[in-house]
């Protein structure tokens, strides 16, 4: 066995957070400075996923396998559990996007967190490993446990570091992201259970399997078959744990307290990768596992996903709060990507995953640039500020070049994953053009409550209190550069990430389009 | 030859008194003693029972139950001991604090 | 050749936005840099468009592929551009009037803190406008086009201290979205019809990729929609292509952003909101007019979308005192005749008008900019008066502007708007060629006020002292006042057989539009030039004759006469009142209600309230523990009790 690369990218964090343990209490310059170091190897070893990750088609031959880096040990073998991890084209750029935004999170911590450092960067380290382990695992056990793990480190930043209302937003977020996740459980233990007893019948001494790919493969080769409504009901419990985390209109309103008071780098990471762990749910698990179930089920939906652009967007309109408003944009973002997924097809698929990629740098930087005001101001209310552009240009162009992205400029990465979507969408047979007639509404609103945003920041008249702000300084300038610069390369040459998705999405759905010709 | 009946009967009254102490005794030593007699009480159906049906089952159970018990009594008096420290008494009904 | 040599064109004032954002922080290296690109790039355009002209008429079409741009499953977009005839005249347009333009501003803009900042901006608008016309998919047309209403908002909002800059500069760019997002759904549906976003079909790596507009036959009779209202699937695209160019080229609804953007500074007023930006929506309705030829119905709300849009916004301009707010007006209104123009089919007089238009409102609005500017920033015509004196060069140049828009023979104007008005003779649609021609009669009678206004009578506020501008500015205005004399020989019509350099322009687009030469009509060339040089000479005279009621922050002359309907021609006969009534407070209000009670109350409430039933049980529940351990051991025993005679009775 060679190197086991993906295991080092997944647990060289966790690790890290061993480390800091080891420090002192009071180094704080110190605990910044291992973890950035952490965070900043763990992203280096992660682009040897990306050179090492081979193209696996090429104008018709395969030439690798679906599954890279596959990583296979026995944990529980009298019930099928491995510690079993692996990179697929699903999988490759969220797990990029993790180790990318990491160092760039823990560089903004500088300047947001100021006590407890160095168990902040404890759970920040433990955060991203449970993360790139939610997105890397083969094992529905295996799985389930990072995707809980999350929750922890999570709920910890926000309750510690929060603002005034912590308290409530932390349980909030973890009891009602945790009650979806339940459902999830119930439905893996049933999957698990109908599957062995399915497989054994033709394979006496099958002890089951919680191998994804092993069931997967089961479900369309025909020797393991869901009566429609049990089907419907794990797809059901699969996807509100997923809904919820997206979260889906109407499961939203947990996620603007929690945005509101978790600190900027905890609101980073949230908006960043926390939430594309739903979206990345629905491929891997709704698309995969219950493909009939999933059509039935689209266009319900769709119209919840389209429901919840528009309805992001005017919420968003009408907030007075800078955070608030990105954190309603997220509602709206997410519903195209939502949207994107149940298209059912290639095009609206991998306009979903691209966009997972967008909303990740955009809504990240986006908080940032939230992050970087509160830090001066102590405020986020949009009447406090005003006429910023006179006296941090750079900070302004900046940010104007984020809001751009995420209102979808054409040339900027946003832009190319609605579009993609909307395309997707528009092809679905069971979509169409009354969907996007509402979809396109939200790309409209996007320029209209992110310019408000922008008008009221940065144009008018200075206000006295703003006279002495000063403009970015170099740590977050790099931050938010480093930032700038892929959402200009996705912008302009999108098919560098488009390129691997092909095969992977491409599977499923090849599954899906089985169901569609049985039916 | 003693009947089993009887043994039988002998360890449901003790049992019986036992319940009626836990129940109707607010001095938390004596609860305690009155545990130890339904214990015993068990105890005693069981080594009948072991010997009607001639297996060292039983024999074995009571063997537990008797380790059981010890320890029990063991974290019981320590625990009585630490509340009669702060309370000042060993009534069971001064010890609510877990009401809900 | 050709296909590297047309990428120069974009890339020259990329290049010059790039230096200017990162490198420059002189305002004299940044005006020199800035207008020397734009030069650079109109001079390639310039060789290009003569290599072009050399090929064969049928091979006049170059693309060039740079990279694959979007690549996903059937979707296959190459970011790629083209030169063809149109393109080509497009091209010179852009980099011909917008070099004047930036060299104007070298002087107009000389003082100003951010004025690095400013041709940067100027820099990026050209190389979107670019991308805009030399596109060859729609995708890519819309990356130009998005591109140049951003900039068209930092420009706008240039001076974003002013709140009306800032109010002004969002406002032109969320109604231009909401055009854009018809655009975005019309590219959806061309895709799910064609499988292509191509304009031309394009050879690419040894594969022909197909463009949809030689494959309009195909979607010839299918229809979507309910089946109790079908609607025809060209008509539907179209229709929202139209939207789409009516949000950029300020077209009846969406027209009550450019009037606003006149907050930014004059020359961007010149090169966004005359020439160039706002003229996409017609370029755009030209390119794709394989489309819009294939519905009839759509293009009978073109014809009269233009033909109202001309009339409701000339009747605007005359009630107008601000010297830009006239300008803007008007060109909303030249907009409208270029609108109507493509709705009659008539595509070539569309751009043969597009081109002079660019030429002339160029001119006017340059013109303005150096009356502003030897005014001291002064834009109220109540405050001008007799300007002539102090600034010949400008009256003179401003006098041939005005002339050319009204039409006068034999100025561009002329040829263009004749053009079209014979067109619609023509073809018959009388209605919109009265409408028509009476918004020519206003613009003759407007820019008659106007120059009335700014440079006869006496100067009535003596606040400033009034002088020329400089050369950089003057020698510019001359330039654009001989091309407003010349460019309406570019399309002569036959005034007599045999005549050498009739039609130049459209025999040089027949190869993209396909069109024949319109015929010149005697009468309505007349009653044109007769209703122009009249309706001009009135509006001059009644403002000359008046001088003396005109006060500053008075009312018009003519409103003695006209009354209320004078106060709903100056505000554009309150669209932007009724939109704020309709949509924008109703919106604020959704908005509102939904953020403080929907969301928190309703939908949060029902999960909170989910949360409280809970604590609601547990409540109850945790009556039962009562702490006491003696009742537990009762409910305990009695509980066993309960399972073992239970067991005893039932379970034998």
């Known amino acids: ?110 300047d947001s967190v100021h006590k407890e450092v160095r168990n902040f960067q404890i759970l920040l380290q433990l955060l991203t490993t449970a993360m790139i382990g939610v997105f890397v695992a083969q094992d529905l056990l295996l799985f389930y446990i990072f995707w809980e793990f999350t929750l922890i480190p999570m709920t910890f930043l926000i309750g510690i570091w929060g603002g005034a209302n912590r308290i409530y937003a932390a349980r909030k977020f973890f009891l009602y992201t945790f009650a979806g996740s339940v459902l999830m459980l119930l439905a893996i233990i049933g999957l698990y259970v109908l599957h062995r007893n399915a497989v054994v019948a033709s394979e006496p001494g099958f002890v089951g399997s919680t191998e994804i790919g092993r069931i997967v493969s089961d479900l369309r080769a025909g020797r393991f078959t869901l009566d429609t409504t049990t089907e419907r009901l794990l797809f059901g419990a699969f996807f509100l744990a997923f809904a919820i985390k997206v979260p889906l209109w109407p499961f939203h309103t947990w996620l603007p307290d929690a945005h509101v008071e978790a600190p900027t780098a905890g609101s980073v990471v949230l908006a960043g990768v926390l939430l594309k762990l739903g979206s990345y749910g629905m491929i891997r698990f709704c698309l995969n596992f219950f493909p009939a179930a999933s059509l039935w089920a689209a266009p319900a939906i769709a119209a919840l996903a389209v429901i919840g652009i528009v309805y992001g967007a005017i919420v968003a309109f009408a907030q007075t709060d800078m955070k608030k408003l990105v954190a309603y944009s997220s509602v709206s973002h997410m519903g195209f990507i939502v949207l994107g997924i149940f298209a059912l097809n290639r095009e609206g698929v991998t306009g979903a995953l691209l966009q997972m990629i967008n909303h990740g740098l955009s809504t990240g930087a986006l908080f940032l640039v939230v992050g970087v005001l509160y830090e001066r101001r102590h405020t986020r209310e949009l009447a406090e500020y005003g006429g910023l552009w006179k006296i941090m240009p750079v900070y302004a162009a900046l940010t104007l070049l984020i809001a751009l992205s995420s209102a979808g400029l054409p040339g900027l990465n946003g832009f190319i994953g609605e579009f993609t979507i909307m395309q997707g969408a528009f092809l679905a047979p069971d979509l169409g053009w009354p969907f996007l007639g509402f979809a396109v509404l939200g790309v409209v609103l996007a320029a209209v409550y992110l310019l408000k945003m922008y008008r009221a920041t940065f144009m008018g008249e200075l206000a006295e209190v703003n006279q002495g702000l000063p403009d970015l300084s170099r740590r977050e300038l790099t931050t938010l550069v480093i930032l700038c610069v892929p959402i200009i390369l996705i912008g302009l040459y999108p098919a560098l990430l488009f390129g691997p998705m092909q095969v992977s999405v491409g599977e499923v759905i090849d599954g899906l389009s089985l169901i569609v010709a049985g039916r | 030859m003693v009947p089993t009946a009887y043994y039988i009967l002998l360890s449901a009254a003790l049992f019986a008194i036992g319940v009626l102490g836990v129940l109707v005794r607010r001095n938390a030593m004596v609860v305690f003693m009155s545990v130890e007699l339904m214990l015993n009480a068990a105890n005693l159906a069981l080594v009948t029972f072991a010997r009607e049906r001639l297996s060292v089952d039983g024999q074995v159970l009571v063997f537990f139950v008797i380790t059981v018990a010890a320890a029990e009594v063991a974290v019981g008096l320590a625990l009585l001991v630490a509340i009669f420290r702060t309370k000042r008494t060993a009534d069971v009904d001064e010890v609510s604090t877990l009401r809900g | 050749m050709l296909t590297w040599l047309i990428w120069l064109i974009p890339l020259l004032p990329l290049v010059g936005f790039l230096l200017n954002v990162f490198f420059i922080r002189q305002e004299r290296a940044a005006g020199l840099v800035a207008s020397a690109m734009v030069v650079a790039s109109f001079l390639v355009t310039l060789v290009a468009t003569f290599i072009l002209g050399a090929l064969p008429e049928e091979e006049r079409l170059i693309q060039s592929v740079a990279w694959d741009w979007i690549t996903t499953g059937s979707l296959y977009v190459p970011f790629a551009i083209m030169l063809d005839p149109l393109t080509a005249v497009m091209t010179l347009l852009v980099t011909g009037v917008g070099a004047l333009i930036h060299i104007y501003s070298i002087g107009y803009m000389h003082g100003d803190p951010r004025v690095v900042r400013y041709f940067a901006y100027l820099n990026l608008f050209v190389t979107m406008m670019l991308f805009l016309v030399m596109a060859n998919n729609m995708l890519l047309l819309f990356l130009g086009w998005e591109g140049v209403g951003l900039c068209s908002f930092l420009l706008i909002g240039f001076w974003f201290e002013r709140k009306v800059a800032a109010a002004a500069a969002v406002k032109a760019f969320v109604v231009n979205r909401i055009g854009d997002a018809a655009f975005i759904l019309a590219m959806l549906a061309i895709f799910s019809n064609f499988g292509t976003l191509n304009f031309y079909d394009l050879e690419h790596q040894g594969q022909v990729v197909p463009g949809f507009l030689e494959r309009i036959p195909e979607i010839a009779g299918l229809t979507f929609g309910p089946a109790w209202q079908p609607i025809a699937i060209a008509t539907g695209i179209s229709f929202l292509l139209l939207i789409g160019a009516s949000g950029k080229s300020a077209q009846v609804p969406l027209f009550v952003w450019l009037p606003d953007a006149m907050a930014g500074p004059t020359p961007v007023s010149a090169l966004i909101h005359a020439a160039t930006m706002v003229t996409a929506g017609v370029y755009m309705m030209a390119r794709t007019e394989p489309l819009f030829v294939a519905s009839p119905t759509t293009q009978s709300w073109v014809v009269w979308i233009g033909a109202l849009t001309a009339f409701i916004a000339g009747s605007a301009a005359i009630a107008q005192w601000d010297i830009k707010r006239v300008l803007a007006y008007s060109t909303v209104s030249q907009l409208g005749f ?82 079209i008005l014979a067109h619609a003779v023509a073809y018959g649609y009388w209605p919109q060629l009265i409408i028509l021609f009476l918004t020519s ?173 809970f604590g609601w049980i547990a409540g109850g529940l945790r009556q039962l523990q009562s702490g006491y351990v003696r009742t537990y051991a009762l409910v305990f025993t009695m509980g066993a009790v309960l399972i073992l005679g239970f067991m005893l009775i039932f379970a034998r």
């Open chain 3, 338 to 419: 270029m609108v109507a123009a493509c709705g009659m089919g008539a595509y070539v007089a569309a751009i043969f008008h597009l081109l002079t238009h660019g030429v002339f409102k160029a001119l006017l609005f340059l013109g303005s900019g150096s009356v502003i500017h030897g005014t001291h920033e002064t834009q109220d015509m109540r405050k001008m008066g007799g300007l002539r004196t102090a600034m010949p060069t400008t009256f003179w140049t401003y006098v041939v502007g005005a002339a050319a828009l009204a039409g006068v023979v034999p100025l561009a104007g002329f040829w263009s708007k004749d053009e």
């Open chain 1, 1 to 110: 066995m060679s190197f086991p690369i993906l295991s080092t990218v997944l647990w060289l964090p966790a690790l890290g957070a061993l480390l800091l343990l080891l420090l002192p209490r009071g180094a704080d310059e110190l605990a910044r400075r291992v973890s950035l170091g952490v965070a900043v190897v763990t992203f280096l070893i992660s682009l040897g996923l990306l050179s090492g990750y081979m193209p696996t088609i090429t104008s018709g031959a395969t030439l690798a396998p679906e599954l890279q880096f596959v990583e296979q040990i026995p944990w529980l073998p009298s019930w099928g559990v491995s510690y079993s991890i692996a990179l697929d084209g699903i999988s490759l750029w969220l797990v990029l996007l993790t180790t990318f935004l990491h160092p760039v999170v823990v560089l903004s911590t500088w």
């Open chain 3, 441 to 613: 009669l206003l613009t003759a009678f407007y820019m008659g006020r106007q120059v009335a206004l700014i440079f006869y009578g006496q100067q009535r506020d003596h606040h400033y002292h009034a002088h020329e501008s400089s050369r950089v500015m003057t020698v510019p205005l001359v330039v654009l006042a001989v091309g407003a004399m010349l460019a309406g020989f570019l399309n002569l019509p036959t005034l007599f057989s045999g005549m050498p350099a009739a039609h130049l322009l459209t025999d040089w687009l027949h190869p993209v539009l396909h069109e024949e030469a319109g015929k010149f009509n005697l009468m309505v060339a007349l009653l044109a030039t007769a209703g122009a040089v009249g309706m001009g000479y009135l509006g001059w005279w009644a403002y000359t004759s008046n001088a003396a009621k005109i006060k500053v922050g008075g009312k018009d002359p003519a409103y003695h006469y006209t009354g209320d309907l004078w106060d709903g021609m100056e505000q554009a006969w309150y669209v932007d009142v009724l939109y704020n009534t309709v949509v924008i407070a109703p919106f604020r209000g959704l908005g509102n209600f939904l953020a403080r009670v929907f969301d928190p109350q309703g939908i949060d409430g029902l999960v909170v309230g989910v949360g409280r039933l």
